[in-house]
């Protein structure tokens, strides 16, 4: 089983919809979790960050964590087409204070008609 | 308040040569880690530099090694170039205490192609 999980897409989705990304993670004791825009041919962009169970609001965008499920969530409302990009969902393990690293996945290609 | 920069921007080399790619960190971060990126993947954790040592090494071989300065600037050296090398190669800084609910800042990356 990969450490973190995401659907490679590509999610198409029309203007003014709401795009809804999905991340399942294998370590059980993760930490810290985070959402990264990444445009083509550019560098991964932070969006959001959530390390509580619940939802995180953050202008359009909403991300959901469920520990007990293994899950973490991005929701994208009113979509936009300058949102097509792809979606990095990336996890920070156990470890305590010794792990430092983000684990990624492979990311969510994300397409926005107009 | 400049970002994270990283040079050059794109490199060509060949098998078996050397490359030694740069980074500086956001102003008030004073931790670097480097990532590989193939094509269609997510980024790859190579090593994190803390206070000028490695602190945490991801899967890759000894071919890779870093270096931190005392400016926090860092680089990222890989030896006997091979085809697979072949990857974006990102750059992340962060200030160590605030990696739990900030993450890390990716500057631009550095494309190397190896032929």
């Known amino acids: 089983q990969k450490e973190v999980e995401q659907n490679s897409g590509p999610l198409s989705v029309p203007e003014g919809a709401i795009a809804s990304l999905n991340c399942t993670y294998s370590d059980r004791v993760s930490q810290s979790f985070f959402w990264y825009r990444q445009y083509s041919g550019k560098s991964p962009e932070l969006i959001m960050s959530?390390?509580?169970?619940g939802d995180k609001e953050d202008g359009r965008f909403t991300a959901q964590l469920n520990k007990a499920s293994q899950y973490v969530s991005l929701l994208i409302r009113d979509s936009q087409p300058s949102d097509s990009a792809t979606y990095l969902c990336?996890?920070?393990?156990?470890?305590?204070?010794?792990?430092?690293?983000?684990?990624f996945g492979k990311g969510t290609l994300l397409t926005v008609n107009p | 308040d400049a970002g994270v920069t990283q040079s050059p921007t794109h490199l060509i080399k060949t098998r078996g040569q050397q490359v030694t790619l740069r980074c500086s960190p956001k102003s008030g971060h004073d931790t670097v880690s480097w990532y590989q990126q193939a094509l269609g993947q997510g980024p790859q954790f190579i090593f994190q530099?803390?206070?000028?040592?490695?602190?945490q090494r991801g899967n890759f071989p000894d071919r890779f090694s870093g270096h931190q300065f005392p400016n926090y600037s860092s680089e990222l050296n890989v030896n006997a170039l091979l085809l697979g090398d072949s990857a974006l190669y990102l750059c992340?800084?962060?200030?160590?205490?605030?990696?739990?609910?900030?993450?890390?800042?990716f500057g631009s990356g550095t494309r190397l192609t190896v032929v």
């Open positions: 959530i390390y509580s169970n």
């Open positions: 992340a800084s962060s200030l160590t205490g605030g990696i739990v609910n900030y993450g890390y800042t």
């Open positions: 990336a996890v920070r393990g156990s470890g305590g204070g010794s792990n430092y690293k983000l684990t």
């Open positions: 530099y803390y206070e000028e040592e490695e602190r």
